[in-house]
């Protein structure tokens, strides 16, 4: 397959030019003299990486909690319209066996692959969270961070579990930083009542990531930092919802001002509400009411989102004034590195897989192509 006549976004840069595609890899970059019986024009069109989920809990009326293979692969086969060619499933804080039923189904969904977005792990956020910081989580079912524990969930499917969320301010969770910083497994604060020194000291035990910037956590206050001061005042990378509701635009351009592209995600964070119509879902149990392109708790509190990656980056490029390949950056390199995978994704390079959006000065898709297949 060959794609001529587009811009290809590098991840400095935006440069015309043409891609080769050859098993389902990045075969050329304006490659001369080709014949290739399958030619798509992209008259003009962006040809960016595919778009890379490290936090989605659901799309098309399916969770990851719901704990079956055919969940995960209806969630793929939603968000992947939307652009998005690979994804962590992200799960709740719920009962440990329905958790466990949850890694398995995104277990089988990595080994068997899906018709849509391609699987690369589990985000577990939580249950090692602070009760005083929920969130749309469910506290019933926090659990004590333990190493102990850890291993008990996920039992032999530790190689997948690419991500946790969790306070680093609750006993025993320096323990398990250490060991999950030590099996190469993103710590990541979020749901967090920690202060400004107690998230420091996480980090200094292998905290490297901070979950959906601003909520959920401790905020910035001139006279106690918080866990957003420590995010700003360290090099871990975060994500941020930009969907303009879990934060203000004004808050998210500081925040990329800080951090700079190179440490900020784009994340969806969506629930099962994402891709369709307003209406009663549910996310961890609870029921979630979704209109008005947002999605809450019955007593108010913001669920997830309805979020998909396309409509973040545009939210980003209409509201920063950032080139767009630093914002797709953002949501694909970025995203890559945080799942080790940046050796074969996130970027357009030889070699590395075929995992490309085709889409327009408005950042409308147009064409998706997983490992080399147009979905």
């Known amino acids: 397959m060959l794609i001529k006549n587009c811009k290809i976004i590098y991840y400095d840069r935006i440069e015309e030019g043409c891609v080769l595609i050859k098993d389902g890899k990045?075969?050329?970059?304006?490659?001369?003299?080709?014949?290739?019986?399958?030619?798509?024009?992209?008259?003009g069109l962006y040809l960016s990486p595919g778009f890379i989920d490290i936090h989605i809990h659901g799309a098309g009326g399916h969770d990851t909690m719901d704990g079956t293979y055919e969940a995960i692969n209806e969630i793929s086969k939603a968000i992947v319209k939307h652009g998005t060619t690979s994804f962590l499933p992200t799960t709740m804080t719920s009962p440990i066996n329905e958790i466990r039923e949850a890694i398995h189904a995104v277990h089988a969904a990595k080994l068997n692959g899906t018709d849509g977005a391609e699987v690369l792990g589990v985000h577990l956020e939580g249950p090692f969270i602070s009760p005083q910081m929920v969130g749309a989580q469910n506290p019933l079912y926090i659990q004590l961070p333990s190493v102990e524990t850890f291993k008990d969930i996920v039992q032999n499917y530790m190689s997948i579990i690419k991500a946790v969320t969790l306070a680093p301010e609750v006993k025993g969770a320096s323990e398990l930083i250490r060991f999950l910083h030590d099996h190469h497994i993103v710590a990541s604060i979020g749901h967090s009542k920690a202060t400004y020194e107690?998230?420091?000291?996480?980090?200094?035990?292998?905290?490297?990531?901070?979950?959906?910037?601003?909520?959920?956590?401790?905020?910035?206050?001139?006279?106690?930092?918080?866990?957003?001061?420590?995010?700003?005042?360290?090099?871990?990378?975060?994500?941020?919802?930009?969907?303009?509701?879990?934060?203000?635009?004004p808050a998210l351009r500081i925040a990329f001002k800080q951090k700079t592209p190179d440490r900020m995600l784009l994340i969806s964070d969506a629930m099962m509400a994402c891709c369709m119509p307003s209406g009663t879902y549910a996310l961890g149990g609870q029921n979630v009411i979704a209109e008005n392109g947002m999605a809450k708790l019955e007593?108010?509190?913001?669920?997830?989102?309805?979020?998909?990656?396309?409509?973040?980056?545009?939210?980003v490029y209409r509201n920063t004034s950032y080139n767009l390949f630093e914002i797709v950056k953002m949501a694909t390199y970025n995203a890559a590195k945080h799942c080790q995978v940046d050796d074969r994704k996130g970027r357009i390079k030889e070699g590395y897989d075929a995992d490309l959006v085709l889409f327009d000065e408005s950042i409308h898709i147009h064409t998706v192509i997983v490992n080399g297949i147009i979905k």
């Open 299 to 315: 007593n108010g509190a913001l669920a997830g989102s309805v979020l998909t990656i396309d409509k973040a980056i545009k939210n």
């Open 198 to 249: 107690e998230a420091l000291l996480g980090i200094k035990d292998g905290v490297s990531h901070a979950t959906h910037l601003f909520n959920a956590m401790t905020g910035f206050h001139h006279r106690d930092a918080g866990i957003v001061g420590a995010a700003f005042d360290s090099d871990i990378t975060a994500e941020a919802i930009c969907d303009g509701i879990h934060s203000t635009y």
């Open 26 to 43: 990045i075969a050329s970059i304006n490659p001369k003299d080709v014949n290739d019986d399958h030619v798509i024009d992209a008259k």
